[in-house]
């Protein structure tokens, strides 16, 4: 029992877990911040320009769907390796959580947009008929149906997609990016210290749980269907 | 008003150029309930679209209140189409949205300010009878209580003309009832010019003063309900009066239409007497319709000609036919 004990107030379990907890947070905060931001755009791009969409593009549906199935079927490992470049471009460096920040974003961005698209797939075409009917323009269809009728929809891809990066995260961390999955390598996994990594994980699981919930809960309070 | 001229749309598909409608004519008059009837794939749908400019007439005009649709551009169009008043089947409501928001979209989408969208989306729900449900999302309202906030939802822009598109195909008899009841309430109150888009015969009946005929995406027939019933050649008496089915036995049967409830009250009577025979009755059926008394029966000719009580129920100034 007081080996337990010992071995749970080492620095190492709470600074370096804390500190971690804090960095993967960072990580998947400013990650699916930026991927929200500018997954959404696409999605609707991606409904509006399919065929009989709000203004069918086919060639641009086909080009940008491509794009966003290429980025989606890359390993996330490669993807982060392949974006150095760009990351050091964007942050200055290419280590650090905030490094680790793009290429996540970058991997959740299209993934992103998918699961837009579906949301917006969801919304009753007849409700875009009747906005249509009344005189509205494409954006005021978007903006006055699609995305409100698509919100329960809207707030589950988030969840989702939060949720994903929190485990892209702990990839990130295994090469540079700090967090959770940087401790569990190096602590828990090189240095055979089960207590840091059992610890890690129950992080990790609590994460995930309390995203699930409170993106549930926020989804049926959204949703008066 | 709506005024049709040569209206064409034709689709393109695999199997090459599909003619939905055909050279149509057809006047909507202000202030009158026309019913729009046809079986299904005879350019209902189209014409709807075609009224509310979702669709662009391949050739042809449709010109509502002075406006021709079909040569309006974009932004002018999305104006124009305020003027026409859209109800839906299934009510199309957004379902994240109050009764009361619903009603106030076509007023927030033409830019109308917040104050004057509450007090505008009040005062429609309480025309429709909905005062007190303002704040109901759909889901929380009766198949009936929706369609009211489509119809509170269609006026919102002051519209000249109310367009139903099978108002009532989803609804129970009691419910359509109601729903047409406030149909025909706030056209009359509002002067609008109803446009009902129906299969159904007893739609046609309750709140039709005109109708168009679609067959094939042609006009069959047009005009006002009971100087139709009364013409030779309609085929609208018939179908207007349902009769139940033939309990017993196999035709071929006589069909006897008769116009005014004195006449159609006696008609076998006279037929029989007119024949000196007996003739036996198989079913049949009388409406009200427009303020003139339908009436139909099915005959079974038993040991006479059929065709001998078609011509004697013609000579009686009935109409008559042989049906399988």
Same mark, same amino acid.
């Given at each position: 029992m007081n080996e337990l004990l010992s071995s749970l107030t080492r620095p190492v379990v709470t600074e370096g877990l804390t500190t971690a907890t804090l960095q993967t947070l960072w990580m998947v905060g400013l990650a699916g911040l930026v991927s929200v931001l500018l997954g959404l755009p696409l999605g609707v791009l991606l409904h509006a320009s399919s065929p009989g969409g709000l203004r069918p593009m086919p060639r641009t549906n086909r080009v940008v769907g491509a794009v966003v199935n290429v980025t989606r079927s890359l390993p996330f490992i490669i993807l982060m390796v392949a974006l150095i470049p760009v990351t050091r471009l964007i942050t200055g460096t290419s280590v650090g959580s905030t490094a680790a920040a793009v290429p996540l974003a970058i991997g959740a961005i299209p993934f992103f947009a998918r699961l837009v698209e579906a949301a917006l797939r969801d919304v009753d075409p007849g409700t875009v008929e009747a906005a249509e009917v009344i005189g509205s323009t494409r954006r005021q269809v978007v903006t006055k149906v699609l995305l409100p009728e698509a919100t329960p929809g809207l707030v589950a891809a988030t969840t989702t997609t939060l949720i994903t990066l929190v485990a892209y995260s702990a990839m990130a961390g295994a090469v540079g990016g700090g967090g959770l999955g940087f401790l569990a390598i190096s602590y828990g996994y090189r240095r055979f210290d089960t207590v840091v990594m059992v610890l890690t994980v129950i992080v990790l699981v609590v994460l995930v749980q309390l995203l699930q919930a409170v993106g549930d809960h926020l989804a049926r309070r959204l949703d008066h269907r | 008003m709506i005024v049709c001229r040569a209206l064409r749309k034709e689709f393109q598909t695999r199997q090459g150029t599909v003619v939905a409608l055909d050279d149509v004519d057809i006047t909507f008059a202000r202030g009158s309930v026309t019913g729009v009837v046809g079986?299904?794939? &005879?350019?209902k749908s189209t014409l709807v679209r075609c009224l509310t400019a979702l669709e662009r007439p391949t050739s042809g005009s449709v010109v509502v209140d002075g406006e021709d649709l079909a040569r309006l551009d974009d932004r002018r169009l999305r104006e124009a189409r305020r003027r026409v008043g859209m109800v839906f089947q299934h009510a199309n409501?957004?379902?994240?949205?109050?009764a009361a928001d619903n009603v106030a979209l076509p007023l927030e989408v033409a830019g109308v300010t917040r104050a004057r969208r509450r007090d505008r989306s009040r005062e429609l729900l309480g025309l429709v009878g909905l005062t007190g449900r303002e704040d109901a999302y759909p889901a929380q309202l009766s198949g009936g209580q929706k369609q009211r906030v489509g119809i509170a939802r269609a006026l919102a822009n002051d519209p000249s003309v109310l367009l139903c598109d099978e108002?009532? &195909?989803?609804?129970?008899p009691t419910t359509t009832r109601e729903v047409l009841g406030v149909i025909t309430d706030v056209g009359e109150r509002l002067g609008l010019t109803v446009v009902v888009v129906t299969h159904e015969m007893s739609v046609l009946r309750e709140v039709c003063d005109s109708v168009v005929v679609l067959t094939e995406g042609r006009v069959a027939e047009q005009g006002r309900l009971d100087q139709l019933v009364r013409s030779?050649?309609?085929?609208l008496a018939a179908e207007l009066v349902p009769l139940p089915a033939a309990t017993s036995g196999t035709g071929p049967w006589v069909d006897v239409v008769t116009v005014g409830e004195e006449a159609g009250a006696t008609v076998v009577s006279r037929l029989s007497r007119r024949l000196q025979a007996d003739i036996a009755l198989v079913a049949g059926g009388a409406q009200a319709i427009g303020g003139t008394h339908l009436s139909r029966v099915r005959l079974a000719p038993g040991e006479l000609d059929a065709h001998a009580i078609v011509l004697a129920a013609r000579e009686l100034g009935s109409r008559a036919e042989v049906v399988a």
């Open positions: - | 079986p299904s794939g &005879s350019g409501l957004l379902a994240n949205r109050t108002p009532t &195909s989803a609804l129970d030779e050649g309609s085929s």
